[in-house]
């Protein structure tokens, strides 16, 4: 009898608004970071070691655009460079959005998350846990109803097996993995608005994916 493939988690946050008015303010970019592991208990041991060797508490959130400490930043991402984990992103320039595109609540993520998942091979996502960052409540509900029917007339339309056996929510500050996925977002962000992060090589050394989003 086979062993079963350990499960995969895979950790998802964004960097961006949902936002289409550029000219009022909107950021320029929506991408979307997915960190995954079939380990995150340890991802959670390890980052909590970090806290402590970095004499932080323990309810120490790491978020990208709080956490400007360089020292703080740079020992994350060595921790970060040592986990066996996975990394896929989208990153969409709104400008490049064809005119007809509706923004709205939900068309950015379902955008994002549909096409990291048809680039993936057809079965590499089909068990794993997509853990999203969230606040329990009628409008997350909304988005996990309407991700689950887009993703679900894609596997349709591609004939392709059902990606993710679960879609979940929770809050990042309990949730370390999402922590991650927060800092590596921030880090793409920064590349894409300013030309280079300092941390481009630590996330990079990760990525199985990056899709740039283009109107084809």
């Known amino acids: 009898m086979s062993k079963r493939a350990p499960t995969v988690y895979a950790f998802m946050d964004e960097s961006g608004d949902l936002g289409g008015a550029l000219e009022f303010g909107a950021s320029p970019h929506f991408i979307v970071a997915m960190l995954e592991t079939t380990e995150p208990e340890f991802v959670h041991d390890e980052l909590k070691k970090l806290r402590f060797k970095l004499n932080l508490p323990q309810a120490f959130e790491f978020r990208y655009h709080d956490t400007q400490m360089p020292w703080a930043r740079a020992e994350f991402f060595k921790l970060f460079r040592s986990l066996d984990v996975r990394v896929r992103a989208a990153l969409i320039d709104k400008a490049q959005l064809g005119k007809d595109f509706v923004f709205g609540q939900h068309a950015l993520y379902k955008l994002a998350v549909g096409g990291l998942v048809l680039r993936a091979s057809p079965t590499e996502l089909s068990d794993a846990v997509l853990v999203m960052d969230g606040k329990r409540g009628a409008p997350t509900n909304d ?56 941390h481009d090589q630590d996330v990079d050394s990760k990525l199985v994916d990056l899709w740039e989003y283009s109107e084809e």
């Open 143 to 198: 988005l996990l109803v309407a991700l689950r029917q887009h993703l679900s007339r894609l596997y349709e339309k591609h004939q392709r097996p059902r990606a993710f056996s679960r879609i979940v929510v929770c809050a990042a500050r309990a949730e370390d993995g999402l922590q991650f996925a927060d800092m590596v977002a921030g880090v793409l962000a920064e590349r894409f608005e300013h030309g280079e992060s300092v």
